[in-house]
């Protein structure tokens, strides 16, 4: 194919769509329009319905056969979406509550270290989802004036690699006395995640003499 109807204008409109307040392009994509309308056609026919299979919480998680429960997590505290006759609303939200008191506790300081000093900083260790998602509400909040604020006098940094190197870099310059090492994961197995973990809690046990 031509780049040059990279810049033809029909291309571009037929290759473009809005969701929300984003405007999706794929115009700078190597398709033709046979391809883009055959891409839509797939998009309506298959996105659509796993979408309305979600919503209605099927089993469309076919590698471990269970519901796909995004939606219990952005939906409302007194929601009802059942999942195997039971609603798991309240269970999302109990997590929640614990994970804002965490929060909480970390950032007035309660939460200490083994050596009774506040924790400044956060090594967050997990891979895949588990280190993009966390990453990406960091940079999203990075330019927030109150969460910069807050921020101020903390660090956070992010291990998904389980070479030395990287290692050595997540851990630079921090005091193991301040630093919260936490661990992101759905099962707790992933071999990556569960080796980076067990290298910063010898890390800190090591470096404080804990043994």
Request: hydrophobic share 40%; aromatic share 6%.
């Amino acid at each position: 194919m031509c780049m040059d109807s990279v810049c033809v204008p029909e291309r571009c409109l037929v290759a473009m769509s809005m969701k929300g307040s984003f405007w999706i392009t794929q115009g700078s994509r190597r398709l033709v329009k046979p391809s883009t309308s055959c891409l839509n056609w797939l998009r309506l026919r298959s996105s659509r319905k796993r979408l309305r299979r979600c919503l209605k919480v099927k089993k469309i998680n076919s590698t471990e056969n269970r519901s796909v429960l995004h939606v219990a997590l952005r939906a409302p505290r007194d929601a009802v979406i059942n999942s195997d006759g039971v609603n798991v609303v309240p269970e999302v939200w109990s997590v929640k509550d614990k994970i804002k008191e965490f929060s909480d506790t970390f950032r007035s300081g309660s939460w200490v270290g083994a050596t009774g000093k506040p924790l400044t900083n956060v090594v967050s260790v997990g891979v895949g989802g588990s280190f993009l998602g966390p990453l990406f509400v960091h940079t999203a909040l990075q330019t927030d004036p109150e969460a910069a604020e807050c921020a101020k006098g903390r660090q956070l940094r992010f291990l998904a690699n389980v070479d030395p190197v990287d290692v050595a870099r997540s851990i630079k310059d921090l005091d193991p006395e301040t630093t919260l090492v936490v661990v992101v994961s759905k099962t707790f197995t992933t071999a990556e995640t569960m080796l980076n973990a067990r290298t910063l809690k010898e890390w800190i046990v090591s470096s404080l003499g804990l043994v």
